[in-house]
């Protein structure tokens, strides 16, 4: 256990920037300073006994889901709280460096669309991560495979998780000093709590951005296929907009219902943004790309608009794509465009678009209800 606490103070070491770390930071101590207040490490040290007593010995019955890196468990504390529990598998893609970054990441940094930690176990060769339990799964739980019965997300509250998780990025990029890049978004890693309010989780692979005059942070190419930006899969090259690609990606599944890789088609269609690209050069062809299991109910204009902010998201080009603080202010009018069918009507499934308003002062329509509308 001392040999994890020292990593922790090294890290520390690298994730404030040199001008904010008072030289207070001891070997041996969790203790820092930071912009003059002294603080900790808030995330609570757990024994391995104690979180096999809240999963009843990682019985299967407690089992949320599995990947790459171990196996997530519904358990319950002594105070009674309930968690999740991650439990990573020593042969797993997790080791101990991404183990720790996310510790210290969640551990640091606050933000009501990111996960909270709740605390670690690091006994012996044990790997365990602690967080708040998410009673209503992921992203990715709402969207693909829906088992018969199971609520199908509206257009609301699909823009409502887009404009949370898009906050959750904004954070990490534009909050976070030095700025934080997340690595790793995509649906299963947006968990939704009640009122399927969105937060970002598995921080194991972010990396801290570039800082000065660097552009970039060179790094072992890491990351899902199929939400990879090219750039960095083709030069290991990391930056900021790395993240905004991937967030494009997943803004794609949010409106087409599609996943980022369909293994089950062929051609033009197994890639999303591949099957997507060329949609999105004919607006007539836009109804065809929302989710089917919308039958229709989404508003035209919405539609059209959350389709634009994707499309840019997903230049090929990184400097052609926004910074996330622009994605956050668009995804935050439309989700703010409460749509109701009954009211507004059920679109034709063969619907056209009509082309989008030429004047001037149409294009430039402010201050509806105190939100500003982005031209888009």
């Known amino acids: 256990m001392r040999s994890f606490l020292l990593d922790i103070q090294e890290f520390q070491l690298l994730f404030y920037h040199p001008n904010k770390l008072k030289a207070k930071t ?35 019955d407690c089992l949320l889901g599995e990947g790459g890196f171990g196996r997530v468990y519904k358990g319950q504390l002594d105070s009674n709280q309930i968690v999740a529990i991650k439990q990573l598998d020593r042969n797993g893609l997790q080791g101990n460096r991404e183990f720790l970054v996310e510790v210290l990441m969640l551990s640091l940094l606050h933000h009501p669309n990111l996960v909270n930690l709740t605390g670690y176990c690091a006994d012996g060769d044990q790997r365990l991560l602690v967080y708040e339990y998410m009673p ?66 598995d921080f194991g692979l972010a990396k801290l951005g570039p800082v000065g005059d660097n552009t970039h942070v060179s790094t072992r190419v890491m990351g899902t296929y199929g939400y990879c930006a090219p750039e960095y899969a083709m030069t290991g090259q990391l930056t900021l907009k790395s993240d905004v690609y991937s967030f494009g990606v997943v803004l794609l599944e949010i409106i087409t219902g599609r996943k980022a890789i369909e293994n089950s088609k062929t051609g033009g269609e197994h890639n999303l943004v591949a099957w997507a690209k060329p949609l999105f050069r004919d607006r007539r062809k836009f109804s065809q790309m929302a989710d089917p299991m919308l039958q229709g109910q989404y508003p035209e204009r919405g539609l059209y608009q959350a389709l634009a902010v994707a499309a840019m998201c997903v230049q090929e080009q990184p400097n052609m794509r926004p910074v996330i603080a622009d994605v956050v202010t668009a995804l935050s009018y439309l989700a703010a465009q409460k749509f109701d069918s009954d009211t507004q009507g059920v679109q034709n499934l063969r619907w056209t678009p009509a082309t989008p308003p030429r004047t001037r002062r149409d294009a430039d329509k402010r201050q509806k209800g105190g939100s500003y509308e982005p031209r888009w």
């Open 26 to 60: 001891l070997l041996g101590s969790k203790e820092y300073v930071k912009d003059g207040e002294s603080g900790h490490i808030g995330a609570k040290i757990f024994t391995f006994r104690e979180l096999a007593v809240a999963t009843r010995n990682f019985r299967g």
């Open 136 to 201: 209503l799964g992921s992203l990715d739980d709402h969207l693909h495979d829906l088992t018969p019965g199971k609520k199908v997300l509206d257009w609301n509250m699909r823009m409502k998780i887009a404009a949370g998780a898009a906050k959750g990025l904004e954070y990490l990029h534009d909050r976070a000093s030095p700025p934080v890049i997340y690595r790793d978004l995509k649906c299963s890693n947006i968990l939704l709590g009640e009122g399927y309010h969105p937060k970002l989780s």
